[in-house]
């Protein structure tokens, strides 16, 4: 249940960005599925938290692409969500993964009252 | 407003990891994150490896509660500092910069420090410790199926120990599949079999992580 620490850690990055004052209305994030990195169980836990800081009911919008594979048998790029099929042209197992680690927290949507825009921290 | 952000949840965890890396380095400090199941024999490893290394090892020992493992570890003649995380399922980059702080603080010279993580498949693979590799292991008392189950901690390690091998006489595990599904996700997996009762394999282990030392160093 690691999700709780990454709910936190998401919590920290977005109060450094829109400081205090401002709705959190929506949060966009991408996992791979080589992420190790349950998109429910990190929606549950960043949603209680966002609660109990004061930033409100955010929705979390989940992106979830396949991971990109390249066949080192015939040399098709592919993509999976599961790894336990092989190449769909020739069948082998034998790949490199070339993305599908990922754990990206993408950008934020604030209701910022009409205020200019204005970005703070890092 | 939208605010695009484009950055790693682990960002924070990411850049301690850096700087506990830095400062191994400043060491001549090898290290590795052992990662595998509870029960897997991590600690019986450490202790086997410990009869190599002598106390040119010392380990940072991660556990939910109690110093049991580091007693065990110390009792092999390595220094050992224990973690107890109190709950926590992984070790993150902070946790193991204090513990080797405090490990640098009793004084001592070593060539590999190994990190046994929280016995665990699925959470630590999400959070670089600033290990130079991640070991991921298994033993024979578990399925040969487990390597496509939890692809997330295989597709980052760079080594594989199954250990336990004194069992095979007596168990179905094919290791031959759990290796070659673990080079399905990571073809520059090094493979080792070992017996943490019997030492089969532990020299061929030891050895080839000094000579991994060696390359870090050099690079």
């Known amino acids: 249940m690691h999700e709780l620490s990454l709910a936190e850690e ?40 966002a609660a109990m800081r004061g930033l409100g009911s955010p929705d979390l919008v989940v992106e979830e692409p396949p991971a990109s594979l390249r066949c080192r048998s015939c040399g098709l790029s592919y993509e999976v969500h599961e790894f336990v099929e092989g190449c769909p042209a020739c069948g082998s197992m034998e790949r490199d993964i070339l993305s599908g680690m990922e754990c990206m927290l993408e950008s934020i949507e604030v209701d910022d009252g009409g205020r200019p825009a204005e970005r703070s921290g890092s | 407003m939208k605010i695009g952000l484009q950055s790693p949840v682990t ?115 999400s959070y670089d410790l600033g290990e130079n590799v991640k070991i991921g292991m298994l033993s024979l008392a578990e399925g040969d199926d ?27 595990f094919d290791i031959d599949r759990a290796e070659s599904e673990c080079r399905s996700l990571n073809p520059g997996v090094s493979c080792f079999r070992v017996s943490a009762r019997t030492g089969e394999g532990i020299p061929g282990l030891c050895s080839h992580i000094l000579s991994e030392r060696e390359k870090a160093l050099r690079v």
């Open chain 1, 10 to 49: 998401m919590l920290v990055m977005i109060s450094d960005v829109i400081g205090s004052g401002r709705r959190l209305e929506r949060v966009n994030l991408v996992i791979g599925p080589l992420s190790g990195v349950s998109a429910d169980s990190l929606r549950f836990c960043f949603t209680e938290l």
């Open chain 2, 146 to 172: 487990k390597v496509l189950k939890y692809p997330s901690i295989f597709s980052r390690i760079g080594m594989l120990v199954t250990s336990k091998i004194d069992l095979l006489p007596h168990m179905d």
């Open chain 2, 11 to 125: 960002g924070r965890n990411d850049r301690e990891a850096a700087r506990n890396r830095a400062a191994f380095r400043r060491r001549g400090l090898f290290v590795f994150n052992l990662i595998g199941s509870p029960g897997t024999g991590k600690t019986s490893l450490l202790e086997a490896m410990a009869g190599e290394f002598g106390d040119a090892m010392a380990v940072i020992e991660g556990d939910v509660q109690t110093r049991r493992d580091a007693d065990r570890i110390e009792g092999k003649g390595c220094r050992a500092v224990q973690i107890e995380t109190h709950g926590a399922c992984h070790l993150d980059a902070s946790m193991v910069g204090r513990a080797a702080e405090g490990l640098f603080a009793l004084g001592g010279e070593w060539k590999v420090l190994a990190v046994e993580n929280v016995g665990n498949l699925i959470c630590p693979s």
